[in-house]
């Protein structure tokens, strides 16, 4: 197979590219802080599920520095609804640390040694905002690589495999020439023609140079391991509110899934079914308690099941308002609450 010519795949980008909120127009150049946030945020997440969140975490935060002044709940309020909680608080951390070395660093290594930015995000930057002639290896253009050279390694195994052929895409003149159009290009290619399930073969710009398609079995690529069933776990939260329609509320720890995050009083997440009784005993308070139904909620790793249990109280003791603290009711979405605590505050609400 010949070599696929950089200089078609930018002709057809030229032609289609795609509009982004975050993506600078032809012939201007990329602003650091807007492509480093959207591609922090679009780790895990969809081009689409970002926009929204984008558009409202720039108003709030406009600069690098305004982010790096922000207190953290703010910041991990801002976040609420995108998940992957851990990505928030490293955006936090990078932005004081852009702050304080006066600006991004550049090149990739620099870039790499910031707070939650792995090779990917650290390549995208350098090639995107400062024209660094790097090839940034996404989902997109790994399945590009696997179906140009036919790799029928299944992944995760092919993925170094995936990596080094794709550094060899940007080494002909034009790519050169255009780094950060030659990788968004290519993040566009994945996107539209390149398609996980149905490609469009017939219109991609590189066709005759993928090994895949002369085979016929592009759509068939990339290939991937058998996906292991996800483990189950169980927890117990209550949702408790006095006269003046508080709620009480406490803080993760620091460290940990969903560190530093709002949450409910509740118990343990385990791999056995908590028992009501058992539930009960970890109440934040005495109360008549009702069961409301269980919310169900899909993390990486694993599923969550919480059982909600809901009461109203006349008040609150001094004891029991220090284990966390009080926000009004109307409130609460305001907050640093990941989406499955405002589930199951809701599936609270609903029952009082």
Known sequence: MKKPSAQSLLDW????RRTLPWRAEAGQHADPYSVWLS???LQQTTVKAVGPYYHRFLEKFPTVQALAAADRDEVLSAWAGLGYYSRARNLHACAQQVVALGGFPKGV?????????GAY???AVAAIAFGVPVVPVDGNVERITARLFAVEEPL?????????LAEGLNTDKAAR???SDFAQALFDLGASLCSPRSPACGLCPWRESCAAQ???IAATLPRKAPKVARPVRYGAHFLVMDAAEQILLRKRPETGLLAAMTELPGTDWRSERWSEAGALAQAPCTASWQACGVVRHVFTHFTLEVTVYAARVQHFSNHVAQTGFLAPAGRVAGLSLPSVMLKCIKLGLKAL
């Open 13 to 16: 980008y030229d032609r289609h």
């Open 39 to 41: 591609e922090i945020m």
């Open 109 to 117: 290594a620099g870039l790499r040694a910031l707070p939650g930015v």
């Open 121 to 123: 995000t650290a390549a």
């Open 156 to 164: 995760p195994a092919a993925r170094k495999t995936l990596a080094a």
């Open 177 to 179: 020439a255009r780094p």
């Open 214 to 216: 002369k085979a016929g």
